[in-house]
């Protein structure tokens, strides 16, 4: 979950490094540090506990000097956050620094055995038996990559590790090994990069390979070389990102996440240009992977993901129903992947991932392909693993989300989701050509309807101030909107931390409703997609019982407005886009209440954006 960079060339590393981990914060806050070797082959170390602005402040624009370097954003496994539990981590002699994203499961043992070699430790991290380990290796004569190997071979788990040494002080090593997050590695004029995202390169250079499983790579100013998992020697082909830095930039906006909210309508036309054709109506995925055989074969879909992800996946299930006409399963990656799901080719397994390197969704991914099912991937991380475990990929093209609560990457997948449900329908014979016009038709006015949503801020910000005093909030929804539900309570919770529920408005009288009283408010999305009269039913049991009701309803619907204490109001459109504006005031809402109670929006507490431990 850590941000990872590292340099190697002929310009100061210090300034380039702190600007690579301020594009990589998102990753995790609880410390920073940054260990550069210097001309005379001194390993200067600067680390803070907290987030990146202490270790500025510690600075006071002062960088240890040098040309190569490495640094680390952490988010805590092993030992709190601290100074001393903060990367980059050193070897007793401070001949070694390391920096790491993933776990050492067997460090305890490997810690044990070490101190009785005489091995001194400094931190509770599992992160510093890497140290110790390398700085052991090179004393046995190893050179750094075979170091680095070596240790690898020793310790457990998954991991992406970057290291340097005093004793090859013109270069960096790293590996990825398993699900633990990325490692790419970025060719610029006379210098190399490494980073654990893509972003963090971004400025500096669009021309970039990616370290796949068991890989390791070592890094100068003018060389770069591989090897693969056995250790042999391999060549890599760098590929340009099509990618615009100013993309990873704030612009205008106070926030990353008013931004990614605000983009939504453009992230979505994005990802349905070229792929849609209104007129013969027709949708074209040409990155499938997967023949057109093998998805008239298909005889059932399983959809999995974690967090936001999961959501859109929720959503798009009932896509590969009602249109594709396939029998469909959603799944919780995390809990799929230790289920004794049956499956084999007869079932496609679609899995959901804006950064395709979340740990639960790659092993699920991975056991999926052990079962021989075909896979696809909804993605927007070019490069990403979940892309390369995956027999196909259909990027969301809304370029990187930098807040670490998802906003515009759900849309995106939706809307990726349900090209693929309806071309999934076309070819299965499910879907005519009048039929496919009768669905796609409604894209072509998404956007701008998607705007006219974003558009009310202003009212959303008013009924957010007087919505932030209260600690509870209930969120209901059916069919298609239960899984929005769940997500304007995902997102109340991560932004403002205010405890909020998700449910099914049908399971309210099975449970929840004993919450309800004045105290607790319940947010129901009650437009016009079929099950608006239940709905309706349910937010008169709220009322009854004295609790505020703030309801999502379609434009124009007065009898619902007159029922209920604050409305929000969304436009028509066909029930299966309505998710795609009801939970843009949701996010709104959660934006709004989170910044009137003083939270950090873009780096809410204990959460990363990308999540590589289980
Ligand atoms: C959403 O706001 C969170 N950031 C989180 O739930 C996220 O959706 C989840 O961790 C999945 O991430 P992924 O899409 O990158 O796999």
Redesign the pocket.
């Known amino acids: 979950m850590c941000g990872i960079i590292g340099y190697a060339g002929s310009r100061e590393a210090g300034p380039l490094l702190l600007e690579g981990l301020q594009r990589l914060e998102y990753r995790g806050y609880d410390s920073a540090g940054i260990a550069i070797l210097d001309s005379e082959g001194r390993l200067n170390l600067k680390k803070h506990v907290g987030k990146l602005s202490n270790l500025v402040a510690h600075l006071e624009g002062v960088y240890p000097p040098g040309t190569i370097g490495l640094a680390h954003t952490r988010w805590a496994t092993h030992g709190k956050p601290s100074d001393e539990n903060a990367h980059p981590h050193l070897d007793c002699e401070g001949d070694v620094a390391v920096v790491h994203n993933g776990i050492v499961e067997n460090y305890l043992a490997l810690r044990q055995e070490l101190q009785g070699e005489g091995h001194r430790f400094d931190s509770e991290t599992d992160t510093e038996v890497i140290a110790h380990l390398v700085e052991s290796h090179l004393r046995d004569g190893d050179d750094l990559p075979s170091a680095l190997r070596r240790t690898i071979e020793r310790i457990e788990g998954a991991q992406a590790i970057v290291v340097c040494s005093r004793s090859h002080p013109d270069r960096l090593v790293a590996a990825r090994v398993g699900n633990a997050g990325g490692v790419v590695v970025g060719y610029g004029q006379n210098e190399h990069f490494l980073a654990s995202d893509l972003p963090a390169l971004l400025p500096e250079t669009r021309t970039v390979a990616f370290l796949g499983d068991g890989e390791t790579v070592e890094l100068g100013r003018e060389e770069v070389r591989y090897w693969d998992a056995e250790g042999r020697p391999i060549e890599k082909e760098p590929q340009e990102m099509p990618l615009d830095p100013a993309a990873a930039a704030k612009g205008v906006y106070k926030h990353f996440m008013l931004k990614e909210i605000m983009e939504q309508p453009e992230c979505v036309l994005d990802t349905f240009r070229g792929r849609v054709l209104f007129d013969p109506p027709s949708v074209e995925l040409a990155e499938l992977g997967l023949s057109e055989e093998t998805l008239r074969s298909i005889e059932r879909v399983v959809l999995i ?7 859109g996946a929720m959503v798009a299930r009932h896509y590969f129903e009602s249109i594709a006409g396939v029998p469909a399963e959603v799944d919780n ?1 995390s809990e799929f992947r230790y289920r004794s799901a049956l499956m084999g080719p007869e079932t496609l397994v679609i899995s ?7 740990v ?2 790659l092993e699920a991914m991975q056991a999926v392909k052990r079962r021989g099912s075909p896979q696809l991937t909804i993605c ?2 070019p490069g990403a693993q ?1 892309t390369r475990i995956a027999d196909g990929t259909i990027y969301t093209r809304c370029g990187p989300e930098i807040g ?4 515009k ?2 849309t995106a ?1 939706i809307v990726a989701l349900y090209l693929f449900a309806c071309h999934l329908g076309r070819l299965r014979g499910r879907l005519d050509e009048a039929k496919l016009a009768e669905l796609i038709e409604p894209l072509a006015h998404l956007p701008d309807l998607m705007g006219r949503v974003l558009q009310n801020e202003p009212a959303f910000e008013e009924l957010a101030h007087s919505l932030s005093g209260f600690d509870n909030f209930l969120y209901l929804g059916r069919g298609l909107q239960y899984p929005i539900a769940m997500e304007g309570a ?2 109340l919770k ?1 932004l403002s931390y205010i405890h909020a529920e998700g449910y099914p408005a049908g399971e309210m009288k099975h449970g929840p409703i004993a919450l309800v009283d004045e105290t607790m408010p319940t947010v129901a999305i009650a437009v016009r997609d079929g099950l608006r009269e239940k709905m309706l039913s349910n937010i008169e049991q709220v009322r009854a019982r004295d609790g505020t009701v703030i309801a999502v309803i379609n434009e124009g619907d007065e009898e619902l407005a007159s029922k209920v204490n604050h409305v929000i109001e969304v436009p028509e459109t066909s029930p299966f886009l309505l998710p795609l504006l009801t939970v843009l005031p949701l996010q709104l809402l959660a934006y709004h209440i989170a910044l009137r109670r003083g939270c950090d929006v873009d780096q809410p507490r204990n ?1 990363a ?3 590589t431990v289980e």
């Open positions: 993901g974690m967090g936001t992800s999961l959501h990656a959901v991932a804006q950064s395709g390197e979340t639960d969704t927007n991380t979940s670490v609560a998802s906003s990457t759900l997948s995902l997102k991560e959460l954006k990308t999540v």
